[in-house]
């Protein structure tokens, strides 16, 4: 398995199986070994539980007085259709076509190349839908998901002007945004997230903020970003701009 942390959505549907007990002891068993024979499968399901259980862990503390009370509560039920993995493959075949096109191939530049080779969109938090009060926050999570962006910002921008500091629903806006190619909306909303310090999307919120800024072709603001960042990928990313400013 690639060290990209970026997990596909195949494993993350096969993590949250497990996580939430969905699995029949043969499967569990056939997981376990997997993990176990496979170090890179069994670092990346570690770093998926732990956000998973930070975020759930975050929601159940709806009475204590923190940033992050407002963060959506979990119910720990999680609904897949078949034709999500299908969603994704043609979304990002529509992704790769519009962010370059003709320019990708013929005129990319050394920061652009970095951004490509780099860039896979958030995958996104598990979808449930049990409690009603945060239907519209999980129904547009669904459509992220999906590779519907577009419509997945329709539905949670109205959500931020009750909530207009919240991390959770910033991030997200912005990851939707940096899918769809639109770096300046990115920037402003990832912007917002990097403001908690204590929130459990801050290290990827910047990491995605260095790729917007990269893309932009702002390296001084790239690496300022990629620096604040813990995510092995940000470091990866620091070495190779180094070769790019020399």
Do not use: C
């Not at 997981?31 to 732990?50: G, M, P, R, S, T």
């Not at 962010?99 to 896979?120: E, M, R, V, W």
């Not at 997945?152 to 912005?174: H, R, S, V």
């Amino acid at each position: 398995m690639s060290k990209n942390k970026y997990i596909s959505q195949e494993f993350q549907e096969t993590f949250e199986r497990y996580l939430m007990d969905n699995m029949n002891k043969e499967e569990t068993d056939g997981f376990i070994n997997k993990l176990e024979a496979d170090a890179d499968l069994k670092k990346a399901f570690q770093d998926f539980k732990q956000m998973f259980l930070a975020v759930e862990e975050e929601a159940l503390r709806e009475e204590l007085n923190t940033f992050h009370k407002d963060i959506p509560k979990l119910d720990i039920t999680h609904k897949k259709t078949n034709k999500t993995r299908f969603y994704l493959i043609a979304a990002s075949i529509t992704i790769f076509v519009f962010i370059g096109g003709s320019l990708f191939f013929n005129k990319q530049t050394p920061a652009d190349k970095l951004f490509a080779t780099y860039f896979s969109p958030d995958p996104g938090l598990p979808t449930v839908m049990g409690n009603s009060n945060n239907y519209k926050f999980y129904e547009a999570m669904v459509d992220y998901k999906q590779a519907n962006y577009k419509t997945a910002i329709e539905k949670w921008e109205p959500l931020l002007l009750e909530k207009p500091k919240n991390d959770t629903l910033n991030y997200f806006l912005g990851s939707a945004y940096l899918a769809e190619a639109n770096f300046d909306k990115a920037i402003t909303f990832l912007n917002v997230t990097t403001q908690n310090s204590k929130s459990v999307l801050l290290q990827d919120a910047y990491y995605y903020l260095g790729l917007s800024y990269l893309k932009q072709n702002n390296i001084k603001k790239a690496k300022e970003n990629f620096e604040k960042s813990s995510n092995e990928l940000s470091k990866e990313i620091l070495l190779q701009i180094t070769h790019l400013e020399r």
